[in-house]
């Protein structure tokens, strides 16, 4: 018989609610190894999304603890932008208290290093602004370049912003740091709001299932995600909360949850009306460029919604 070696990940995280259920989605999932988490600032300042792994780690009780690491305090060149009214003043929809204080490593030196270490089989999962990965891209190109794949989170490109109306979140907080790295000719998947958001948990779902196995990290998950889902409900109308970065290392670890379209994107980077929009010459009639990302278009929501549930919940 022959033995299959766990996929190596490492994750990029601003650890907010649905950061935390991605997660738990990574930590439950077969077939993978969470070497890394790197952290950096965007959903809350980036000591409370160090803080927030942490507290994920314990409740999930992983055999192997993978290296934690400190990133990135503001973007590249802008002001921070957080979002407390969407994951809470402490990105766990208000579930912690004061902060996990110990030294961790820094996050650019733990990306280069993993990206040796792992090469082709490596995945990068980046869920939060992208400051990182460009600060670790500028220090050693040749390193970053040798990875299997990044998975970003962020953009939108056919449907509204989160952010303003053409902005999603990820890629508003840093556009400098998104245009660096998608047009650095890293093997690249975008996961964008088009995909995320046909894939949303529901208060009713949680609580049911919930209620059915009574164990410590659901009722945590349904505590961490009240606020989250409230939010949706007063802008959105649905109480509920999109599973974002879960489908991203979804998309991680199953690619053909979605399907792609390989093109050139460019964020924008100028213009505080369109900051952070994402633009992409889509190739007309079929066509495919040999050069750019690959953007997800398609998603089997189904499929995916089921796996997150026996996984997760």
Not at 16 to 28: I, K, S, T, Y
Request: proline fraction near 6%.
């Amino acid at each position: 018989m022959t033995r299959h070696r766990s996929r190596p990940l490492l994750i990029d995280t601003d650890t907010g609610v649905d950061d935390a259920l991605a997660l738990a989605f990574a930590f439950r999932s077969p077939g993978c190894s969470v070497e890394a988490i790197t952290t950096v600032a965007g959903n809350v300042e980036v000591e409370k999304c160090t803080r927030n792994v942490w507290t994920m780690l314990s409740l999930l009780a992983p055999l192997k603890l993978p290296v934690v690491a400190q990133g990135a305090r503001r973007p590249l060149r802008l002001p921070l932008t957080t979002a407390p009214e969407v994951h809470g003043r402490d990105g766990l929809g208000n579930t912690q208290t004061g902060l996990h204080r110990t030294r961790v490593p820094n996050a650019v030196d733990v990306i280069v290093e993993t990206c040796r270490r792992f090469g082709k089989r490596l995945t990068i999962v980046a869920i939060g602004p992208l400051t990182n990965i460009a600060q670790a891209v500028r220090k050693d190109p040749r390193t970053l370049r040798s990875v299997g794949r990044i998975v970003s989170m962020g953009g939108a490109f056919r449907v509204p912003g989160n952010t303003g109306p053409v902005a999603e979140f990820n890629y508003f907080v840093d556009p400098h740091a998104a245009e660096e790295v998608l047009n650095s000719g890293l093997p690249l998947t975008i996961v964008p709001l088009d995909v995320t958001e046909q894939c949303a948990l529901l208060g009713d779902e949680l609580r049911d299932i919930v209620q059915k196995h009574q164990t410590n990290l659901g009722r945590f998950l349904a505590r961490m995600t009240a606020d989250y889902m409230r939010y949706h409900q007063r802008t959105e109308g649905f109480f509920g909360g999109y599973l974002h970065d879960p489908l991203a290392v979804a998309v991680a670890l199953d690619p053909s949850l979605v399907t792609t379209m390989r093109t050139t994107v460019h964020i924008e980077c100028l213009s505080p009306l369109t900051r952070g929009m994402a633009v992409a010459a889509f190739p007309m009639s079929g066509r495919r460029t040999s050069n750019g990302v690959d953007v997800a278009v398609g998603v089997d929501r189904a499929r995916f919604l089921q796996t997150f549930f026996e996984r997760v919940l």
